[in-house]
């Protein structure tokens, strides 16, 4: 499945959630990673980001797609993180 | 089609980007927009934006997707921007 994980927390915990997102998927961009991952590597994820943010102040959105086919990534500008091609 | 909208871009022009990008989609985090557009005004919105950016500053990255059969979204913690259930 492929993600989307868009974050916003708090500046003293955003090292520890961008450490621990980069051990499943690739920084593309300020708070944005993305990447191709398994179900199971997902739910791991998802578990670990849980136990670090704080729910009355951190936001987390995971947008997961079962196929890429009738999707599309156009990317401008700089480009800053580290997936080229995902489509 | 469904779009979700990143951005990293300068400070100088992050409120004229938010604000062109507000008319097409609807903010959900930091540097975040999503929603459901025509493909023409799709291509507005790219026109616009790209009229705005600094090219070697900034930094945009268009997900778009035909349909929303095969995704999901989730949302945890603080609930930041305005869509609700968009799948």
């Known amino acids: 499945?492929?993600?989307?994980?868009?974050?916003?927390?708090?500046?003293?915990?955003?090292?520890?959630?961008?450490?621990t997102a980069r051990r499943y998927l690739t920084?593309?961009?300020n708070s944005v990673l993305e990447g191709d991952?398994?179900?199971t590597n997902f739910k791991?994820?998802?578990?670990?980001?849980l136990m670090k943010i704080v729910p009355g102040e951190d936001s987390l959105i995971f947008y997961t797609f079962r196929t890429?086919?009738?999707s599309k990534r156009e990317e401008y500008g700089l480009k800053?993180?580290?997936e080229d091609i995902f489509l």
């Open 37 to 39: 991952i398994s179900e």
């Open 68 to 70: 890429k086919n009738y």
């Open 1 to 19: 499945m492929f993600v989307i994980l868009v974050y916003d927390v708090g500046v003293k915990r955003v090292g520890k959630v961008l450490k």
């Open 44 to 49: 791991k994820l998802k578990a670990e980001l």
């Open 27 to 29: 920084w593309v961009q």
């Open 80 to 82: 800053k993180g580290g």
